[in-house]
């Protein structure tokens, strides 16, 4: 048992050490916009960018940055939405959501541009290392489907005998007792009397 100063922990003691481990603190959680933490990556960096003027206030105004976090609500009742758990649920503010989907957009046209300067100047070598990769990669794919197959097989394996262990064993079948068929006697027919004999 953990003692504390050679003495043993009292109520009191462990009471004060959880409400300081659990206590809430200003910190607020943070939230991802397109996979990026809002809180350390996208507010300096569009706090920056207000800064030197490349964003003005009307595209990302001082309260989108000043409070990212807005409650989730109702779009009727206009209620606070919770989530299973009980916790509240909340949402990047819409116009720094904007501004972070601006910049993935742009983000994915200069790559799709870089990729079409490849594309267009050195079309015979950007071809050759996609036949490369496709070989190199070939092995690892083949593999990959068998072993894919394999599991299909054994999971389907064991949800039949899943399947058949969950259903309930058979009764066996009562047996009707057969009505028996009078047995009927024959009666062997008596012989024939024998003809007296004829007088000679």
């Known amino acids: 048992m953990t003692t504390n100063n050679g003495s043993k922990p009292t109520v009191s003691s462990v009471k004060a050490s959880f409400q300081a481990m659990l206590a809430p603190t200003s910190t607020a959680v943070s939230r991802k916009a397109w996979g990026i933490d809002v809180s350390t990556i996208w507010l300096p960096y569009f706090t920056a960018a207000r800064t030197i003027g490349a964003v003005d206030?009307?595209?990302?105004?001082?309260?989108?940055?000043?409070?990212?976090?807005?409650?989730?609500?109702?779009?009727?009742?206009?209620e606070?939405?919770?989530?299973?758990?009980?916790?509240?649920?909340?949402?990047?503010a819409p116009e720094l959501n904007g501004m972070v989907n601006r910049a993935r957009d742009n983000y994915i046209a200069g790559l799709?541009?870089?990729?079409?300067?490849?594309?267009?100047e050195s079309g015979e070598a950007y071809s050759a290392q996609v036949e490369r990769q496709q070989k190199a990669g070939q092995p690892i794919n083949d593999k990959e489907g068998f072993d894919l197959e394999l599991a299909e097989l054994a999971r389907a394996e064991a949800a039949h005998l899943a399947a058949e262990d969950?259903?309930?064993?058979?009764?066996?079948?009562a047996r009707t007792p057969r009505?028996?068929?009078p047995r009927t006697v024959q009666a062997t027919p008596?012989?024939?009397?024998?003809?007296?004999?004829v007088a000679a």
């Not at 206030?57 to 206009?78: I, M, Y």
């Not at 606070?80 to 990047?92: D, H, L, N, T």
């Not at 799709?112 to 267009?120: K, N, W």
């Not at 008596?190 to 004999?197: K, N, S």
Request: charged share 25%; no cysteine; proline share 14%.
């Open 57 to 78: 206030e009307g595209e990302l105004p001082d309260a989108a940055l000043g409070a990212p976090f807005r409650l989730r609500r109702d779009k009727d009742t206009n």
């Open 80 to 92: 606070v939405k919770f989530s299973q758990s009980g916790r509240p649920m909340f949402a990047v």
């Open 112 to 120: 799709l541009m870089q990729t079409r300067a490849v594309m267009d």
């Open 166 to 173: 969950a259903q309930p064993a058979a009764a066996p079948k």
């Open 179 to 181: 009505a028996k068929k």
């Open 190 to 197: 008596a012989p024939a009397p024998e003809a007296p004999p």
